[in-house]
């Protein structure tokens, strides 16, 4: 995880850390104990002050992290009961992300670690999501095949014994996330669309309608939602007014079973080809009930290591962040007080963990 500007010192003696996470639409501060235990994890969400625009609006974004960053951070002091003065690190997203919204964290860091005299390090969002499948379980086996799904990624992972991770296959399009948000909003569901979508397929039959489920090439670990989200866009054009709304539950869960099925799908092939025996499974979409469901269900059929962090890790949170970036002070990195935020930091980032 070490960019250009980053510096390996050997002085870090192991102590509480505080994690921040500013880039997209939640307002994100976490506490670690030493031993990486999680003692506070607050998040303050934009929901609200997105959901009229029916999606993230970048300069409201950066606004309402500006007025909540230092709340959020001193709440999670307070809840894990320690003061400014114990911390002796900070981790924060560097990237990729809304450029605005990164930069309110990475400055309030930057000014912290200078104010407190102790180090901080840039995290890449990514392999924050990847670090949150270790949080419960430190314990959880390498190598292991690791699916990011979140509003911007869809990837997968093969995460090596020493923790290096390489790609396997990515979306060749939308993300699985930007097609549950996108697919929402043809229903006319209310931002934001994944949670929407998953309570109202509850309600449905996922068998009703008979989406394209794209598996592309035999044996390809890659990805592809478009065609999905343009099925269907055709399917509702062609429905009259009445029937879209007494068969919304039906759509849903038929459109939610053809993004989940093949998220499983090719986890299973990837874990299969690539001979690991255990299957970490992260992002904002891993908090999907359909999701989860399948992959416990075939996780135990098929005797396999599952890791699926509990909701409050999967959809975007500091706890993820200070994990990673934990490692990363344990490595000896610090980066430099005038580390800046970098809005399309690569993916490939992750794989230098
Ligand atoms: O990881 P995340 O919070 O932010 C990004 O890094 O993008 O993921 C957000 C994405 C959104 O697309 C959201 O609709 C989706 O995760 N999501 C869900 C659920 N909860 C969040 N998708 C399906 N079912 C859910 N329960
Ligand atoms: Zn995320």
């Known amino acids: 995880m070490m960019t250009a500007v980053e510096q390996r010192t050997s002085n870090w003696i192991p102590g509480p850390i505080l994690g921040i996470e500013t880039s997209c639409d939640e307002t994100a501060a976490a506490a670690l104990a030493a031993d990486g235990t999680v003692l506070a994890n607050i998040i303050a969400s934009q929901h609200a002050v997105h959901r009229r625009f029916g999606g993230v609006v970048p300069e409201l974004a950066s606004r309402a992290h500006i007025e909540s960053i230092e709340v959020v951070s001193a709440e999670a002091l307070q809840q894990a009961g320690l003061a400014w003065a114990d911390l002796t690190g900070i981790a924060v997203t560097q990237g990729p992300g809304l450029a605005g919204a990164l930069l309110v964290g990475v400055n309030y860091a930057k000014a912290l670690a200078y104010v407190l005299n102790i180090p901080v390090v840039g995290v890449s969002h990514l392999e924050g999501h990847i670090a949150s499948a270790w949080l419960q379980d430190p314990a959880f086996p390498l190598p292991c095949v690791v699916l990011v799904v979140s509003g911007g990624h869809t990837q997968l992972y093969y995460k090596e014994p020493n923790g290096h991770c390489r790609l396997l296959g990515t979306t060749r399009d939308d993300a699985a996330g930007e097609a549950f948000d996108k697919g929402a909003q043809l229903l006319g569901l ?79 092939a990837a874990v299969r080809s690539s001979g690991a025996r255990a299957l970490a499974v992260v992002g904002g979409v891993s908090a999907n009930s359909r999701l989860r469901a399948l992959l416990q269900q ?43 935020a970098q809005a399309s930091l690569p993916s490939s980032f992750a794989q230098v963990i």
């Open 190 to 268: 209310e931002y934001p669309g994944g949670p929407a979508i998953d309570r109202l397929a509850l309600k449905g039959n996922p068998e009703a309608i008979a989406f394209p489920r794209s598996y592309l090439k035999k044996g390809s670990l890659e990805f592809s939602f478009s065609g999905l989200k343009t099925a269907l866009l055709y399917r509702l054009q062609a429905m009259p007014e009445q029937s879209r709304a007494a068969h919304a539950a039906d759509l849903a869960a038929s459109y939610q079973e053809a993004i989940v099925a093949v998220l499983v799908e090719k986890s299973f």
């Open 298 to 340: 075939r996780a135990s059929s098929e005797s396999l290591q599952l890791s699926l962090p509990p909701r409050a890790y999967c959809t975007d949170n500091a706890a993820m962040i200070a994990a990673a970036g934990r490692q990363a002070l344990r490595a000896g990195l610090r980066a430099p007080l005038d580390i800046d």
